[in-house]
């Protein structure tokens, strides 16, 4: 009996910490930030609807620091604008299926993206009266002017880099080398890979 008890105590225990590791928390949809996930809709690279809402969902340690960097941009006159948050790990492999370029799309069968832990943000800047703030290119643009080192802009464009890229970085966020838009959470190593479907109402 005391076999079974601490089996069933050891079972309790373990799928407690997998829920944990799993846990993700909603950023909401409101005035303090502005939304446009793109693969819930077709203005994609993929061409394809690949979620079936509107929603942002991130490890809890990542979503405060994505509001304190939200509050640090609201000072200045901005706010961040999200296009892409937790992404499941069968929807990576759709993406690889499509573009297997791992300089713009992370292989799912190797490392995966941070993205499929929760600890990567897609997002750009627009001002709190909703305006745009021109980065040089369109999200998900795959090519050179893309690239954070692309220094063929307007002092205007540069600066608005800097300004998204180094006000990131104070919250403990990284660039990637070939896109302007993608934060990943320094501290992301001991998150796991997810799979679980993103929570979208019927």
């Given amino acids: 009996m005391k076999t079974i008890a601490s089996f069933y105590i050891a079972f309790i225990i373990c799928n407690t910490i997998l829920f944990s590791q799993d846990s993700l928390v909603e950023i909401k949809n409101n005035n303090d930030f502005s939304f446009e996930i793109r693969y819930a809709t077709t203005t994609n690279f993929i ?41 499941p790990l069968d929807i990576q492999k759709k993406m690889w299926k499509k573009v297997p370029r791992p300089t713009y799309v992370a292989n799912p069968y190797t490392k995966g993206s941070v993205h499929n832990c929760g600890a990567a943000i897609d997002l750009t800047l627009e001002t709190l009266e909703g305006c745009f703030v021109d980065m040089g290119t369109d999200y998900d643009y795959f090519g050179v002017e893309a690239h954070i080192d692309y220094n063929n802009f307007s002092e205007e464009i540069i600066a608005n880099r800097n300004l998204l890229s180094n006000g990131l970085r104070k919250f403990g966020f990284q660039t990637i080398r070939t896109e302007w838009w993608h934060f990943s959470y320094k501290k992301n190593k001991s998150y796991p890979i997810l799979n679980s479907p993103l929570p979208c109402e019927n």
């Fill in 47 to 87: 061409g394809e609807k690949l979620y079936d809402c509107e929603i942002c969902l991130l490890k809890p340690q990542v979503a405060e620091a994505l509001k304190e960097a939200n509050k640090y941009f609201n000072q200045k006159g901005y706010r961040i604008k999200l296009y892409d948050c937790y992404r």
